[in-house]
């Protein structure tokens, strides 16, 4: 097949603009990129060859190999993994298969400082794209496992890449890098530099479990085996340790980020670290990463890469959503069984009687640290909080056991401050004499909520009300009922007597008054509503619409109207 050129997808393109622009000031992370990906590869390969054999695959010595050449200045990141075909380089390399990612080139245009730009295209992980800002050219060799033929990309990073069918390529991927001339000062260093390499991976990919081997030059000079002293004799230049088996006190912070990072495909620190081991008769271990960013897709269906499943140090398979309740779904993450089989399946798993304990025993250890989160820094779970709130709330509709360690970690804007949001626990001290119940009101905004009529009397009497605008407030509302013996109380359904004597109707002077004019208002709006009644919460608004106390509200009906029923 001769050369084909092909453009790259408008935002493929505007992305590595971006990376030879570079606004990323720490250049060095596009070896962890690479290596990340080589990795995933190998994963992908080893779980190929367990599941079904993978016939024609090579599995003998699975292995990264970074190979620098200083007179030619290239770099080469080369893994004997998973491959991939011809249709699948132009697939995954050329594009970005990610719908946010329109909205999320508008925010970077929008942000001004490189703090936020950096920060936003760390939650989007460029991944391969970032190997442009240390090369003006890359060239990646691929072949996919089993497959004959192998596939060359090449591309300058300016608008524009080639793809040719190769023979004789080996199995696996291979990534050169032909290198910017160093420049110290803008933080591009020499990366066929031997000490340099060896300090970024052991900074940023030491815990990677395939050996990452280093070779100076190919079939340098002096070098008389031909193997290089990167061959597989030679030691790696990553200890393979797996993070979650080692105790907490020979890890550092920095070495958990990392993992979190590679796992995650975020650039940023996570928020809060989160370890489990459970010993016993079903073993396992568990690191879990709570982020500090909610990504974009967080609400949209196919919301990827949760927790990993290891058996015993060997990767099973991403994203393993048994493994976590679906309000969780944010948490990102390693769970290594001891006891598993190494040919788990989907299917098997959803039937484990070990998996739900797992899930269980995780459940309730991410809620409590992040009630410990929130007595220690506040301004992290406020941070959390604002990022996840409205995922966490899910949970109270749908995990009835975890409830109340939802409702303790829960919080919500109320009329008492509008600089942050408030717990149950301090709206009900701060409950007036006489008031028996919790009011909340559900609204699209907090200012649509607080111009709403059915504020007024509350205001009037300086009631707090919780404000409450998630869309999935209206349900965990109705299904919780009630906090520490207080009832929930929509200010916009039924009655509600803020006077305990003199009610809304139980002035019965006044409704004698207001009888004629209350049946004649009843007949002309018959057909839009079921009943016209004198009341004493409004303090300004001659009147409004009140749910009854059983009914949807207006923004639950919405909703189902919404999804046709
Ligand atoms: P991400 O790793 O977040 O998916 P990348 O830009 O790093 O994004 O890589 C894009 C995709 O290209 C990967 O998901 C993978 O399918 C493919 N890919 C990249 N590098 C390799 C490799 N060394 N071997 C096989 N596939 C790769
Ligand atoms: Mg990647």
Redesign the pocket.
């Known amino acids: 097949m001769p050369t084909e050129t092909f453009e790259f997808q408008v935002e493929a393109r505007q992305l590595l603009q971006l990376m030879i622009h570079s606004v990323y000031s720490n250049k060095d992370v596009f070896l962890r990129?690479l290596v990340?990906?080589?990795s995933?590869?190998l994963d992908k390969l080893r779980l190929e060859s367990l599941r079904d054999g993978a016939a024609d695959a090579d599995v003998s010595d699975l292995h990264i190999e970074i190979e620098a050449d200083g007179d030619a200045r290239t770099l080469t990141v080369r893994?004997n993994?998973?491959?991939?075909s011809y249709e699948?380089v132009g697939r995954?390399?050329g594009t970005i298969a990610n719908s946010g990612t329109a909205g999320f080139l508008q925010e970077l245009q929008e942000a001004k400082d490189a703090d936020r730009a950096e920060g936003l295209i760390g939650q989007f992980?460029?991944?391969?794209?970032s190997g442009f800002m240390v090369a003006d050219e890359v060239t990646l060799v691929?072949r996919r496992a089993g497959e004959k033929h192998g596939t060359r990309w090449t591309s300058r990073g300016e608008g524009t890449y080639t793809l040719d069918t190769v023979d004789g390529a080996p199995q696996?991927?291979s990534?050169t890098l032909h290198l910017k001339p160093a420049d110290p000062e803008n933080q591009l260093h020499d990366y066929t530099d031997e000490w340099k390499i060896r300090e970024i991976v052991k900074r940023y990919s030491d815990f990677i479990t395939w050996p990452i081997r280093f070779v100076p030059k190919p079939g340098g000079e002096g070098d008389s085996d031909g193997k290089g002293e990167g061959g597989s004799g030679a030691e790696p230049l990553n200890s393979m340790k797996a993070l979650w088996a080692r105790s907490r006190d020979e890890v550092s912070d920095d070495e958990y980020h990392e993992l979190y990072k590679h796992i995650s495909?975020d650039w940023r620190d996570p928020l809060e670290t989160v370890r489990l081991q459970a010993e016993g008769t079903f073993e396992y271990q568990a690191l879990l990463f709570l982020p500090a960013h909610a990504p974009h897709d967080l609400f949209t269906q196919g919301h990827q890469r949760g927790v990993q499943l290891y058996v015993k140090r060997v990767f099973i398979m991403d994203d393993c959503e048994e493994l976590l309740p679906p309000y969780l779904r944010f948490v990102k993450g390693v769970v290594d069984a001891a006891d598993l089989s190494l040919n788990v399946s989907r299917e098997i798993l959803q039937q484990d009687r070990h998996i739900r304990m797992i899930q269980r025993r995780l459940t309730k250890k991410v809620l409590s640290s992040v009630k410990e989160m929130m007595a220690k820094d506040a301004e992290r779970y406020a941070t959390f909080w604002r990022e996840f709130g409205a995922v966490v709330k899910e949970g109270l509709v749908t995990d009835a056991e975890n409830r109340d360690a939802l409702l303790a970690v829960s919080s919500f804007a109320s009329t008492h401050s509008e600089d942050g949001p408030t717990t149950l626990k301090a709206y009900v001290e701060r409950m007036q004499d006489g008031q028996e119940d919790i009011y909340y009101l559900t609204g699209d905004s907090r200012q649509s909520i607080e111009n709403s009529p059915h504020m007024e009397a509350f205001r009037a009497k300086g009631i707090e009300v919780l404000l409450l605008t998630d869309p999935v407030d209206e349900v965990w509302a109705d299904t919780v009922g009630e906090y520490e013996g207080k009832r929930l109380r929509s200010v916009a359904k039924g009655e509600i007597d803020l006077d305990g004597e003199e009610g809304e109707s139980t002035d019965s002077a006044q409704s004698q008054e207001y009888a004629g004019l209350l049946d004649w208002m009843k007949e002309q709006l018959a057909e839009d509503i079921k009943e016209v009644r004198l009341s004493s919460r409004l303090t300004v608004s001659p009147a409004c619409l009140v749910s009854d106390a059983n009914d949807l509200t207006p923004a639950l009906e919405n909703m189902y109207r919404a999804m046709g029923q």
């Open positions: 990129e990340s990906n080589a995933d590869a893994d993994g998973i491959g991939m699948e995954l390399i992980g460029v991944g391969f794209y691929t696996g991927t990534v495909h």
